[in-house]
T-cell receptor, first 115, second 107 residues
Framework: DAGITQSPRHKVTETGTPVTLRCHQT?????MYWYRQDPGHGLRLIHY???????DKGEVSDGYSVSRSKTEDFLLTLESATSSQTSVYFC??????????????FGPGTRLTVL | KNEVEQSPQNLTAQEGEFITINCSYSVGISALHWLQQHPGGGIVSLFM???GKKKHGRLIATINIQEKHSSLHITASHPRDSAVYICAAGGADGLTFGKGTHLIIQP
C-alpha cells in the first residue's frame, strides 16, 4: 500500500470555524490531490498540487484553500466552515509518467461534519 | 469539462455470473481509471488504461478511445466482489469521476 495518511480521520466542528485537514505521504510523489465525496455527486476534485508551492484549483474549490510547503504534506483549509462542506475528504497521490498520467493512490479519508 | 457516465447504477447478481460495468466519457483523456470502494470507505485503484485491455485475476478492463468508452468485467463473480466500482477520467490535473456502480453478488 502507498504510504498516505490523513489527519484527523474524523472531525465535528461548528459553522464559521476554521478547519485544516492534513495529507501526509512517504512516497515522494510529485502530485497530490484533494477530493470530496458526497452522496449523489460522487467524488469531485477540490485542489491539486504539482510540486512544492505549486497548486491549482479543481471543480469545487470555492471555500477551500491549500498549501504545500514540503513534498510530503498537502494541507486543505476551510477558512470558515459551512454545513455544505460536510463531506468525506480523500487525499490522493500520483507520480505522473511521460504519458501524462499515472495511478492515483488514495488515503483513508477524513469524515468532516459541520454543525 | 469532462462528463463521465456509468451504467448501471446498481447491479445485483448471483455468485458465478459474468459482470459488466460500462463507462463513457465526453472529452479525450490521458487515461481511464477503475476504482473499487468497499463499505467503510477505502478507495483502491484497480486499473489505469489508455488503450486496449488489461487483466488482473478475474478482473478485465477494456477501453475504446475512438468511442470514448470503457468496460470493467468480472468473471466468476464472488460475494467478496460486492463493492462500489467507480470509473474516472483524466490526467495529471486531476480526475473526473462517474457516480459509481453499486454491485452486490449474492451467494
Amino acid at each position: 500500500d502507498a504510504g498516505i495518511t490523513q489527519s484527523p480521520r474524523h472531525k465535528v466542528t461548528e459553522t464559521g470555524t476554521p478547519v485544516t485537514l492534513r495529507c501526509h505521504q512517504t512516497e515522494n510523489h510529485r502530485y497530490m490531490y484533494w477530493y470530496r465525496q458526497d452522496p449523489g455527486h460522487g467524488l469531485r476534485l477540490i485542489h491539486y498540487s504539482y510540486g512544492v508551492k505549486d497548486t491549482d484549483k479543481g471543480e469545487v474549490s470555492d471555500g477551500y484553500s491549500v498549501s504545500r510547503s514540503k513534498t510530503e504534506d498537502f494541507l486543505l483549509t476551510l477558512e470558515s466552515a459551512t454545513s455544505s462542506q460536510t463531506s468525506v475528504y480523500f487525499c490522493a497521490i500520483s507520480e505522473v509518467s511521460s504519458g501524462g498520467a499515472d495511478t492515483q493512490y488514495f488515503g483513508p479519508g477524513t469524515r468532516l461534519t459541520v454543525l | 469539462k469532462n462528463e463521465v457516465e456509468q451504467s448501471p447504477q446498481n447491479l445485483t447478481a448471483q455468485e458465478g455470473e459474468f459482470i459488466t460495468i460500462n463507462c463513457s466519457y465526453s472529452v479525450g483523456i490521458s487515461a481511464l481509471h477503475w476504482l473499487q470502494q468497499h463499505p467503510g470507505g477505502g478507495i483502491v485503484s484497480l486499473f489505469m488504461l489508455s488503450s486496449g485491455k488489461k487483466k488482473h485475476g478475474r478482473l478485465i478492463a477494456t477501453i475504446n478511445i475512438q468511442e470514448k468508452h470503457s468496460s470493467l468485467h468480472i468473471t466468476a463473480s464472488h460475494p467478496r466482489d460486492s463493492a462500489v466500482y467507480i470509473c474516472a477520467a483524466g490526467g495529471a490535473d486531476g480526475l473526473t469521476f462517474g457516480k459509481g456502480t453499486h454491485l452486490i453478488i449474492q451467494p
